[in-house]
């Protein structure tokens, strides 16, 4: 079972950018996917990111182009880069492992760590 703790949220103003990391302990993290979540007041937690053991990374048409996911197996880190940030990315962001290990549409993640909080105002 993987530990996962995030962090790099904060508050940033349209337009700007911020670099999350999720830190892994507990287990290697070789051999998995990992992925990025994030959940908005009032909405559904929704994939936005996920990147192969492998590092094949994919996303959600939303983020594509603005968000790059990245991962270092030798600090067990994984982190996603957020560029051109709109207010429409303000939500609680969480990065997860999947119990088989593949990407999979985003479903089947088991592991998740606290979440850090993304707010993007002016």
């Known amino acids: 079972q993987l530990q996962l703790v995030e962090s790099g949220g904060g508050l940033v103003q349209p337009g700007g950018s911020l670099n999350l990391s999720c830190a892994a302990s507990?287990?290697?993290?070789?051999?998995?996917?990992i992925g990025w979540f994030r959940q908005a007041p009032g909405k559904e937690r929704e994939g936005i990111s996920c990147?192969?053991?492998?590092?094949?990374?994919n996303y959600v048409d939303s983020v594509k182009g603005r968000f790059t996911i990245s991962r270092d197996n030798a600090k067990k880190m994984v982190y996603l880069q957020m560029n051109s940030l709109t207010p429409e990315d303000t939500a609680a962001y969480y990065c997860?492992?999947?119990?088989?290990?593949?990407?999979?549409?985003?479903?089947?993640?088991?592991?998740w760590g606290q979440g850090t909080q993304v707010t993007v105002s002016s």
């Open positions: 997860a492992a999947p119990r088989r290990g593949y990407c999979s549409g985003y479903v089947g993640f088991v592991d």
């Open positions: 507990g287990d290697t993290i070789d051999y998995t996917a």
């Open positions: 990147i192969s053991s492998g590092g094949t990374p």
